[in-house]
Protein backbone atom coordinates (compact mmCIF):
# COMPACT_ATOMS: atom_id res chain seq x y z
CA UNK A 1 0.00 0.00 0.00
CA UNK A 2 2.97 2.58 0.90
CA UNK A 3 4.22 2.40 -2.61
CA UNK A 4 1.49 3.09 -3.92
CA UNK A 5 0.95 6.46 -2.81
CA UNK A 6 4.08 7.58 -5.06
CA UNK A 7 5.52 9.30 -2.04
CA UNK A 8 9.02 8.30 -0.85
CA UNK A 9 8.54 8.39 2.73
CA UNK A 10 5.18 5.67 2.38
CA UNK A 11 7.40 2.92 0.92
CA UNK A 12 7.24 1.09 4.08
CA UNK A 13 3.74 1.98 5.11
CA UNK A 14 5.13 3.65 8.17
CA UNK A 15 2.17 4.76 10.89
CA UNK A 16 4.55 8.05 11.74
CA UNK A 17 6.97 9.83 10.12
CA UNK A 18 9.39 12.48 11.43
CA UNK A 19 10.21 15.66 9.09
CA UNK A 20 12.82 17.89 10.37
CA UNK A 21 14.41 21.15 9.37
CA UNK A 22 18.60 20.50 9.40
CA UNK A 23 20.41 23.46 10.55
CA UNK A 24 20.53 24.31 14.37
CA UNK A 25 18.11 21.59 14.26
CA UNK A 26 19.86 18.30 13.68
CA UNK A 27 23.06 20.41 13.98
CA UNK A 28 24.02 22.11 17.19
CA UNK A 29 25.17 25.25 14.58
CA UNK A 30 23.62 26.63 11.33
CA UNK A 31 25.77 26.21 9.13
CA UNK A 32 24.54 29.14 6.39
CA UNK A 33 24.83 31.42 9.47
CA UNK A 34 27.62 30.37 10.11
CA UNK A 35 29.05 30.45 6.63
CA UNK A 36 27.37 34.29 6.25
CA UNK A 37 28.72 35.43 9.94
CA UNK A 38 32.32 34.16 9.68
CA UNK A 39 32.69 34.50 5.49
CA UNK A 40 29.89 36.70 4.15
CA UNK A 41 28.40 40.13 5.58
CA UNK A 42 28.18 39.30 8.90
CA UNK A 43 26.00 38.78 11.79
CA UNK A 44 24.45 42.10 12.01
CA UNK A 45 23.37 42.41 8.57
CA UNK A 46 22.66 38.41 8.93
CA UNK A 47 20.30 38.78 12.14
CA UNK A 48 18.77 42.02 10.79
CA UNK A 49 17.39 39.76 7.46
CA UNK A 50 16.10 37.10 9.94
CA UNK A 51 14.11 39.85 11.99
CA UNK A 52 12.77 41.43 8.65
CA UNK A 53 11.20 37.77 7.51
CA UNK A 54 9.72 37.02 10.67
CA UNK A 55 8.00 40.62 10.81
CA UNK A 56 6.91 40.36 7.47
CA UNK A 57 8.83 42.68 5.96
CA UNK A 58 10.92 40.67 3.58
CA UNK A 59 10.70 37.14 1.94
CA UNK A 60 13.01 34.61 3.14
CA UNK A 61 13.91 33.61 -0.43
CA UNK A 62 14.76 37.27 -0.56
CA UNK A 63 17.18 37.46 2.46
CA UNK A 64 18.41 34.55 1.80
CA UNK A 65 19.49 34.93 -1.16
CA UNK A 66 21.25 38.13 0.41
CA UNK A 67 23.23 35.86 2.74
CA UNK A 68 24.31 33.43 0.33
CA UNK A 69 25.35 36.00 -2.35
CA UNK A 70 27.76 37.50 -0.10
CA UNK A 71 29.68 34.53 0.58
CA UNK A 72 32.66 34.22 -2.77
CA UNK A 73 34.78 31.39 -1.62
CA UNK A 74 34.67 28.18 -3.68
CA UNK A 75 31.89 26.14 -2.99
CA UNK A 76 34.73 22.89 -2.11
CA UNK A 77 36.03 25.53 0.21
CA UNK A 78 32.72 26.28 2.33
CA UNK A 79 31.82 22.19 2.55
CA UNK A 80 35.54 21.98 4.07
CA UNK A 81 34.99 25.22 6.70
CA UNK A 82 31.30 23.42 7.76
CA UNK A 83 32.66 19.74 7.96
CA UNK A 84 35.29 21.21 10.01
CA UNK A 85 33.62 23.28 12.67
CA UNK A 86 29.50 21.94 12.37
CA UNK A 87 29.01 19.58 15.08
CA UNK A 88 25.84 17.52 15.72
CA UNK A 89 22.96 17.51 18.24
CA UNK A 90 24.28 15.05 20.61
CA UNK A 91 21.59 13.21 20.38
CA UNK A 92 20.40 12.91 16.76
CA UNK A 93 21.87 9.74 16.20
CA UNK A 94 20.38 7.84 19.26
CA UNK A 95 16.80 9.24 17.93
CA UNK A 96 17.89 8.29 14.24
CA UNK A 97 18.86 4.67 15.47
CA UNK A 98 15.35 4.38 17.29
CA UNK A 99 13.93 5.49 13.85
CA UNK A 100 15.16 3.19 11.87
CA UNK A 101 14.28 0.20 14.32
CA UNK A 102 10.90 1.34 14.71
CA UNK A 103 9.78 1.97 10.84
CA UNK A 104 10.08 6.05 11.38
CA UNK A 105 11.13 7.13 8.07
CA UNK A 106 13.02 10.32 9.01
CA UNK A 107 12.82 13.18 6.21
CA UNK A 108 15.04 16.06 6.31
CA UNK A 109 13.25 19.38 5.07
CA UNK A 110 15.72 22.23 4.21
CA UNK A 111 16.48 25.51 3.54
CA UNK A 112 19.78 25.17 2.82
CA UNK A 113 21.67 23.31 -0.06
CA UNK A 114 21.41 19.49 -0.72
CA UNK A 115 25.21 19.19 -1.44
CA UNK A 116 26.27 20.91 1.89
CA UNK A 117 23.72 18.54 4.13
CA UNK A 118 24.52 15.47 2.66
CA UNK A 119 27.83 16.11 3.34
CA UNK A 120 27.60 17.32 7.13
CA UNK A 121 25.01 13.95 7.66
CA UNK A 122 28.24 11.53 5.72
CA UNK A 123 30.67 13.00 8.10
CA UNK A 124 28.35 13.62 11.48
CA UNK A 125 25.85 10.45 11.43
CA UNK A 126 28.26 8.14 9.06
CA UNK A 127 26.26 5.60 6.24
CA UNK A 128 23.72 5.32 7.97
CA UNK A 129 22.71 8.70 6.81
CA UNK A 130 22.14 7.28 3.16
CA UNK A 131 19.01 6.25 4.24
CA UNK A 132 17.48 10.18 5.16
CA UNK A 133 15.18 11.35 2.60
CA UNK A 134 17.00 15.18 1.83
CA UNK A 135 14.57 17.83 0.19
CA UNK A 136 16.36 20.72 -0.14
CA UNK A 137 17.69 24.00 -2.57
CA UNK A 138 20.57 23.48 -4.27
CA UNK A 139 23.72 24.86 -5.67
CA UNK A 140 24.65 25.82 -9.31
CA UNK A 141 27.58 27.41 -10.95
CA UNK A 142 27.11 31.02 -11.98
CA UNK A 143 27.35 31.62 -16.27
CA UNK A 144 30.76 31.40 -17.23
CA UNK A 145 32.18 29.77 -14.43
CA UNK A 146 32.50 27.04 -11.84
CA UNK A 147 31.01 26.24 -8.47
CA UNK A 148 35.24 25.42 -7.55
CA UNK A 149 36.32 28.96 -8.29
CA UNK A 150 36.10 32.43 -6.25
CA UNK A 151 32.92 33.84 -6.72
CA UNK A 152 31.51 31.18 -8.74
CA UNK A 153 28.60 29.72 -7.43
CA UNK A 154 25.07 31.00 -6.56
CA UNK A 155 22.01 29.16 -4.34
CA UNK A 156 19.25 27.70 -6.72
CA UNK A 157 15.70 27.40 -4.68
CA UNK A 158 13.32 24.44 -4.63
CA UNK A 159 10.11 26.15 -6.08
CA UNK A 160 8.79 29.37 -7.16
CA UNK A 161 7.78 30.48 -3.49
CA UNK A 162 8.89 33.31 -0.76
CA UNK A 163 10.18 30.74 0.80
CA UNK A 164 12.50 29.73 -1.64
CA UNK A 165 11.31 26.18 -0.28
CA UNK A 166 7.97 26.02 0.69
CA UNK A 167 8.23 22.75 3.01
CA UNK A 168 4.48 22.56 3.09
CA UNK A 169 4.26 21.80 -0.64
CA UNK A 170 6.23 18.43 0.55
CA UNK A 171 4.08 17.23 3.64
CA UNK A 172 0.91 18.39 2.53
CA UNK A 173 0.39 15.36 0.23
CA UNK A 174 1.50 13.04 3.54
CA UNK A 175 -1.49 15.27 5.33
CA UNK A 176 -3.88 14.50 2.69
CA UNK A 177 -3.86 10.78 2.40
CA UNK A 178 -6.58 8.69 3.14
CA UNK A 179 -7.13 8.03 6.98
CA UNK A 180 -6.60 4.70 7.07
CA UNK A 181 -3.14 4.55 5.59
CA UNK A 182 -2.27 8.74 6.52
CA UNK A 183 0.72 8.27 9.56
CA UNK A 184 1.14 10.68 12.02
CA UNK A 185 3.46 14.05 11.09
CA UNK A 186 5.90 15.48 13.29
CA UNK A 187 8.48 17.94 12.72
CA UNK A 188 11.13 19.62 14.40
CA UNK A 189 12.25 23.08 13.58
CA UNK A 190 14.07 26.74 15.08
CA UNK A 191 13.37 29.12 12.86
CA UNK A 192 12.11 31.86 9.97
CA UNK A 193 12.70 28.84 7.38
CA UNK A 194 10.22 26.88 9.51
CA UNK A 195 7.36 28.73 8.83
CA UNK A 196 5.74 27.38 5.90
CA UNK A 197 5.97 23.76 7.65
CA UNK A 198 4.30 25.00 11.26
CA UNK A 199 0.76 24.49 10.20
CA UNK A 200 1.12 21.06 8.24
CA UNK A 201 1.97 18.52 10.96
CA UNK A 202 0.45 16.66 13.79
CA UNK A 203 2.58 17.77 16.57
CA UNK A 204 5.54 20.63 16.02
CA UNK A 205 8.43 20.41 17.89
CA UNK A 206 10.04 24.08 18.47
CA UNK A 207 14.01 24.77 19.87
CA UNK A 208 13.48 26.61 23.14
CA UNK A 209 14.41 29.96 23.36
CA UNK A 210 14.16 30.48 18.92
CA UNK A 211 12.03 32.25 16.28
CA UNK A 212 9.36 29.74 15.53
CA UNK A 213 8.43 29.76 19.10
CA UNK A 214 7.94 33.65 18.79
CA UNK A 215 5.61 32.39 15.65
CA UNK A 216 4.23 29.72 16.67
CA UNK A 217 2.56 32.19 20.27
CA UNK A 218 1.91 35.17 17.41
CA UNK A 219 0.06 32.81 15.20
CA UNK A 220 -1.74 30.53 17.67
CA UNK A 221 -0.12 27.36 16.32
CA UNK A 222 -0.37 24.36 18.82
CA UNK A 223 3.77 23.18 19.28
CA UNK A 224 5.48 21.19 22.23
CA UNK A 225 9.25 22.80 23.13
CA UNK A 226 12.25 20.79 22.59
CA UNK A 227 16.36 21.48 23.64
CA UNK A 228 17.49 18.79 22.10
CA UNK A 229 17.17 15.26 20.36
CA UNK A 230 16.95 13.74 24.28
CA UNK A 231 13.44 15.34 24.60
CA UNK A 232 12.08 14.96 21.42
CA UNK A 233 13.01 11.33 21.21
CA UNK A 234 11.44 10.55 25.17
CA UNK A 235 8.27 12.57 23.87
CA UNK A 236 8.57 10.57 20.26
CA UNK A 237 8.67 7.50 22.10
CA UNK A 238 5.86 8.51 24.67
CA UNK A 239 3.33 8.99 21.66
CA UNK A 240 4.64 6.00 19.77
CA UNK A 241 3.97 3.69 22.98
CA UNK A 242 0.79 5.56 23.40
CA UNK A 243 1.22 6.88 26.73
CA UNK A 244 0.30 10.21 25.64
CA UNK A 245 -1.63 12.20 22.59
CA UNK A 246 -0.10 14.44 20.21
CA UNK A 247 -3.24 16.74 21.21
CA UNK A 248 -1.77 16.61 25.07
CA UNK A 249 2.13 16.95 23.97
CA UNK A 250 0.72 19.98 21.12
CA UNK A 251 -0.79 22.01 24.17
CA UNK A 252 2.10 22.00 26.11
CA UNK A 253 4.42 24.50 24.18
CA UNK A 254 1.92 27.54 24.76
CA UNK A 255 1.82 26.91 28.67
CA UNK A 256 5.56 26.59 28.97
CA UNK A 257 6.27 29.88 26.91
CA UNK A 258 3.56 31.36 29.82
CA UNK A 259 5.44 30.07 32.43
CA UNK A 260 8.51 31.68 31.01
CA UNK A 261 10.06 28.42 30.48
CA UNK A 262 10.66 28.64 26.58
CA UNK A 263 13.62 30.72 26.81
CA UNK A 264 11.51 34.27 25.47
CA UNK A 265 9.83 36.62 27.29
CA UNK A 266 6.29 35.92 27.63
CA UNK A 267 3.89 39.08 26.00
CA UNK A 268 1.91 40.63 28.62
Request: charged share 25%; with cysteine.
Amino acid sequence: MGAQTGLPAMRTSPKFIFFTDFDGTITLQDSNDFMTDNIGYGQAKRRQGNIDTLEGRSTFRDSFKDMMDSISKPYPECIKLLVDNIKLDPHFKEFFQWSLENNIPVVVLSSGMEPIIKALLSALVGPDSEKMQVVANNVAARPGKRIDEEGGWEITFHDESGFGHDKSLTLRPYAELPEEIRPTMFYAGDGVSDLSAAKETDLLFAKKGHDLVSYCVRENIPFTLFESWQSILAKTKDIVAGKTSVKDAAREGYEQYKAGEAGLKPEA
